[in-house]
């Protein structure tokens, strides 16, 4: 069974532009979590996709948004990137809301320069 | 707000020794605390998981014990091996169902 995969790995990016990090979750597992984890924050929540749905939040700006698709894969979306916002960017897949048993992927490492 | 902490935040054993890594949580509704590995340069990896209806889960070298009513957790991990060296993570499932992380604790088996 494969597990999450997140595309890319490694991005570069300046101040002001704009990313998108992808996420393809475990097949059948309709919950899709987004985490950005930093040396001096750790792991916090930035929000949670189900069924097509964002269904909670994090405490992150208006700058950070995401989408899911029919198919369970999801795409998070950083706008006017800042250098703080350089951090491992980290994908969830559960089987559904609430279940417990997240399942990360290996991250997209994000450096905005 | 909702918090997790987590002691130690490193912690250094002689291979074969055992390890005990604590954690306690803010939300009592919390009912669901899993462990997480993180290795180098990797995603973090579920090792073992624990519900509230349960005090104690064991997995072959690791353990998990949940004390709801003084709303703590800890992982003890027996016979360490250097391939146990890794950032460990204790997570709580908030109230919006996310997972609450604490800082992790950095683990490392002496040869």
């Known amino acids: 069974k494969a597990g999450v995969t997140q595309t890319p790995r490694y991005l570069i990016k300046t101040r002001g532009q704009q990313v998108t990090l992808s996420c393809s979750p475990i097949?059948?597992?309709?919950?899709v979590s987004w985490y950005q984890q930093t040396p001096g924050q750790g792991l916090q929540f930035l929000f949670e996709?189900?069924?097509?749905?964002?269904?909670n939040k994090g405490n992150f700006p208006g700058r950070f948004s995401g989408r899911q698709f029919s198919n369970s894969r999801s795409e998070m979306n950083v706008s006017t990137l800042e250098l703080g916002d350089s951090a491992l960017y980290l994908c969830?897949?559960?089987?559904?809301?609430?279940?417990?048993?997240?399942?990360f992927g290996q991250g997209t490492r994000l450096t905005v320069v | 707000g909702e918090n997790v902490e987590q002691h130690p935040s490193t912690l250094s054993v002689q291979e074969g020794d055992s390890a005990v890594i604590k954690c306690t949580y803010s939300?009592?509704?919390?009912?669901?605390f899993p462990w997480y590995k993180q290795e180098l340069g990797k995603g973090p990896q579920l090792i073992i998981d624990?519900?509230?209806?349960?005090g104690e889960k064991k997995d072959q070298r690791i353990a998990v014990t949940l004390n709801k009513t003084a709303k703590h957790f800890s992982l003890h991990i027996t016979e360490t091996q250097p391939e146990d060296s890794a950032v460990y993570f204790c997570?709580?499932?908030?109230?919006?169902?996310?997972?609450?992380f604490g800082k992790g604790t950095k683990l490392s088996v002496k040869p």
């Open positions: 969830a897949s559960s089987l559904a809301k609430g279940l417990g048993e997240a399942f």
């Open positions: 624990i519900r509230s209806n349960v």
């Open positions: 996709y189900f069924s097509e749905t964002q269904r």
């Open positions: 997570a709580a499932v908030g109230s919006q169902g996310n997972l609450i």
């Open positions: 939300d009592s509704a919390s009912n669901y």
């Open positions: 097949s059948g597992h309709r919950s």
